[in-house]
């Protein structure tokens, strides 16, 4: 029988090399941490950082760069006089969170890449790890903790019920795959530039929601007009309720009533998209409002020949308006005011169909849907790429790896 190669699926060419397997015990040695709580922890002042477990679960990325991180101090009460040097965190260091109410997160780890000059320690729920010796690449390690092998250990070695924990000697014992530091190094460059793309997308897409939010308030409190195609102004918005421009449409379909039933048109709830059907009830475009529950106030546009629970209010255009633009105009609206009941919320349309809105003409109402789908359009095209992105690198990191 011959031997099973220990190399990845995926690799640059110019390395040919078997990747030695060894414990994580016998490539990190592990150092004396903090229980400090968030309340010996403040973001204003101190001389000392604290990285605690839930910022790791929660906010800190991968490779964790203390320039761009919001990190916060420890207190200056509380006494660290008796904190020797060697266990304050240092580039290379990996930072474990040892505690977890899911399979998900628990073991999950940063890799310190730049401490921008900062003491800092790793605090509450935490181990520090730090490599031996100098066979291990900066950025290499945060991506290869990230690999379903490695992940699979990790969750097959966590203990506990409600809360996981996993204890340095089983954290030991996981099998880690390394090649050579001259392919650590082209790798991880090679994901830092991945990470990159992905954090600039990230960026733009954040970006455009806000311009778009923006130019929504200012079209909506008309400091932003519009104009006809001839360059002619528009007449004056009018002052009308919702109920004044809009039509009350009724579901009463169950979800129990679909489950045997598969078609071409698409039904939904309160979530989105749930099936496809063989029958719908609405002919035309219209606007969907979560009635009930958490998401209360959630709105939709939903395109024509579809349906919706009964869970959901149909809003539909009066002639002389536009649907497309009467679903921007009541995104506006702030429903909590017409939220009822204390178990489960609840709104009605009785309620808020008599808020006062300023509608302008057929003509503008179009020209501003139209400006803002398309808007609307370039997010969601960012927001597919950064989903490839996404998924490129998840990828990448079951494959690169061993």
């Not at 099973?4 to 060894?22: A, C, H, M, S």
């Not at 015990?25 to 968030?38: A, I």
């Not at 260091?93 to 921008?116: M, R």
């Not at 395109?303 to 009066?318: D, M, N, Q, R, Y």
Request: proline share 2%.
């Amino acid at each position: 029988m011959s031997e099973v190669e220990n190399i990845p699926q995926l690799r640059f060419p110019e390395f040919g090399d078997d990747w030695k397997e060894k414990p994580y015990g016998e490539n990190y040695r592990f150092l004396t941490t903090n229980s400090f709580s968030r309340d010996k922890l403040n973001y204003d002042f101190g001389e000392v950082k604290n990285i605690h477990y839930g910022d790791i679960h929660t906010k800190f990325k991968t490779l964790f760069d203390m320039s761009i991180e919001t990190v916060p101090f420890i207190n200056d009460d509380v006494d660290i006089s008796r904190i020797d040097n060697d266990n304050y965190c240092q580039v290379g260091d990996l930072v474990v969170a040892d505690a977890s109410e899911d399979y998900g997160d628990i073991g999950k780890t940063i890799e310190i890449v730049n401490l921008d000059l900062k003491k800092t320690l790793a605090g509450l729920h935490t181990f520090l790890a730090r490599p031996m010796g100098n066979s291990i690449s900066i950025g290499f390690m945060g991506n290869l903790l990230k690999s379903w092998k490695v992940r699979k250990q990790v969750m097959t070695v966590a203990q506990g019920s409600k809360v996981l924990g996993l204890s340095k000697t089983n954290l030991s014992k996981i099998k880690l795959s390394l090649p050579t530091k001259p392919e650590q190094q082209k790798i991880a460059a090679f994901l830092t530039a991945v990470d990159t793309k992905i954090e600039q997308l990230s960026k733009k897409q954040e970006l455009l929601g806000e311009y778009k939010k923006g130019l929504m308030q200012q079209i909506f409190s008309q400091i932003i007009r519009f104009k006809a195609d001839d360059g002619c102004d528009f007449p004056d918005w009018e002052e009308k309720k919702l109920g004044d421009v809009s039509i009350r449409g009724v579901s009463n379909i169950s979800a129990n009533q679909l489950e045997d039933n598969n078609g071409d048109y698409k039904i939904y709830g309160a979530t989105g998209h749930l099936k496809n059907i063989d029958f719908y009830t609405e002919e035309d475009c219209y606007v969907a409002i979560v009635k009930d529950g958490a998401g209360a106030g959630r709105i939709m546009l939903l395109e024509s020949k579809t349906s919706v629970l009964g869970t959901l209010a149909i809003i539909k255009a009066k002639q002389g308006n536009d649907i497309n633009f009467l679903y921007w105009l009541i995104r506006t609206i702030n429903f909590r005011k017409y939220i009822v009941g204390s178990t489960i919320p609840h709104i009605y349309y009785r309620d808020y169909q008599a808020e006062n809105l300023k509608i302008p003409s057929l003509s503008e109402q179009t020209k501003i849907a139209n400006f803002l789908s398309s808007i609307d359009s370039k997010i969601e095209q960012v927001g597919k790429q950064l989903d490839e992105s996404k998924q490129f690198k998840k990828a990448l990191l079951q494959q690169m790896f061993v």
